[in-house]
């Protein structure tokens, strides 16, 4: 039975901004967490990694405002990573209300070890868009943040 809609969901599927980038997001991360996998982390672990890594000692909001997400999916994303020691997470110095996320000496060499695998998944990500697609690309990402 079709179902009658005022947009058909044909049309939904083609033009739909949203559902094409989930839909592209999710096809790209499983790239990357096949170039990952040696190392047992996910993409979103190792964006989460290398983020704490440019912003530490951060505050939780601060990285949930960089990685685009709420506080709470943030708390839960680094709780894998706190029971294998690669994030610390402890009382913030200047208010005893807030915590501060940093990579250990674990976290550190786990994600030096992962951005050579990062890089060669990153170069093959560029090979599929051409070599004078990815800057338009990204660059029409940052805008849409």
């Known amino acids: 039975m079709r179902i009658k809609l005022p947009v058909p969901p044909e049309v939904i599927a083609a033009q739909c901004i949203c559902l094409g980038l989930q839909r592209a997001a999710r096809a790209v991360a499983r790239r ?31 990285l949930a405002d960089h990685l685009a997400m709420d506080r709470t999916t943030v708390t839960a ?29 674990d976290g550190l060499d786990l994600l030096r070890r992962a951005t050579v695998l990062w890089t060669q998944a990153q170069q093959d990500a560029s090979k599929r868009f051409g070599p004078a697609s990815s800057a338009p690309v990204l660059a029409a990402l940052h805008r849409l943040r």
């Open 77 to 105: 994303a680094l709780k894998p990573l706190t029971r294998r020691r690669l994030v610390t997470v402890e009382v913030a110095r200047h208010d005893l209300r807030s915590r501060e996320v940093s990579l250990s000496a």
């Open 32 to 62: 990357y967490d096949e170039a990952l996998r040696s190392v047992d982390l996910s993409s979103g672990q190792f964006s989460l990694l290398a983020s704490i890594a440019g912003l530490q000692p951060t505050g939780m909001q601060a």
